[in-house]
């Protein structure tokens, strides 16, 4: 089956530029989750969605940040105004969402670097 | 809330040594599922074990994992190290209820040298 698809791969900004991440997840797959991975740290949980309906998006700094799902398959991750705390590489994955406790499936990512 | 941690950001091991990478936890829940994610060198983080059951061994590829919930662990132990096993290796936590949340620990890097 085709895994976890993002893009793009990489991206370079200049701090107040704005960029875009996009997910396929699994097909199937109903929960959908975005993490921040910042260099040499584990995971961080930004937002996660089941179908189209956000679940917690707690830790996504609402100022800048925004990430939707209109339809419940692909999703976009938004920052709005870069700022060099953001350079991290951002993953998604996506799960079955048959139960609780499910494996992760992860994409690449997509490593921003904010100058 | 949730926790995961993971105190050894660096384990160094000889090929064909035992490795032990440590994890530790806090949760609330009493219905919790722990995972060992690898993610190598420009790859995806990917799930190498999974456990629900207290006391249980669980193995995959040669590593295995025991949830201990009397000591709040899950460490992730090999017999014999291989070069291949050289990979960053994250400790997670996802609750039984409340959602899907899935919490990882700040991850160790594991290298093996010949």
């Known amino acids: 089956e085709a895994g976890v698809t993002q893009s793009p791969r990489y991206a370079v900004l200049q701090e107040g530029q704005a960029v875009s991440f996009w997910c396929d997840p699994i097909?199937?797959?109903?929960?959908l989750y975005w993490y921040q991975q910042p260099r040499d740290q584990g995971p961080q949980l930004l937002v996660y969605?089941?179908?189209?309906?956000?679940?917690?998006n707690s830790q996504l700094p609402s100022d800048r940040f925004s990430a939707v799902r209109p339809k419940g398959t692909n999703s976009t991750l938004k920052i709005q105004s870069a700022k060099q705390g953001d350079t991290a590489t951002y993953l998604c994955?996506?799960?079955?969402?048959?139960?609780?406790?499910?494996?992760?499936?992860f994409g690449h990512g997509t490593k921003l670097s904010v100058l | 809330g949730d926790s995961v941690t993971q105190t050894e950001g660096l384990v160094t091991v000889t090929e064909g040594l035992p490795v032990k990478l440590n994890c530790t936890y806090q949760t609330t829940y009493l219905t919790i599922a722990f995972f060992w994610y690898v993610q190598y060198l420009n790859e995806a983080p990917q799930v190498l074990l999974r456990?629900?059951?207290?006391?249980k061994r669980t193995e995959h590829q040669g590593f295995h994992a025991t949830l201990h919930k009397s000591s709040s662990s899950f460490h992730l132990q090999k017999s014999s190290a291989q070069l291949s096993d050289s990979a960053l290796y994250y400790c997670a936590l996802s609750p039984g209820t409340g959602g899907y949340k899935v919490v990882f620990g700040s991850g160790t890097r594991l290298l093996v040298s010949p």
């Open positions: 456990s629900s059951t207290d006391n």
């Open positions: 969605f089941r179908d189209e309906a956000v679940i917690d």
């Open positions: 097909s199937g797959h109903d929960t």
């Open positions: 994955a996506s799960s079955p969402g048959t139960y609780s406790n499910e494996r992760l499936f």
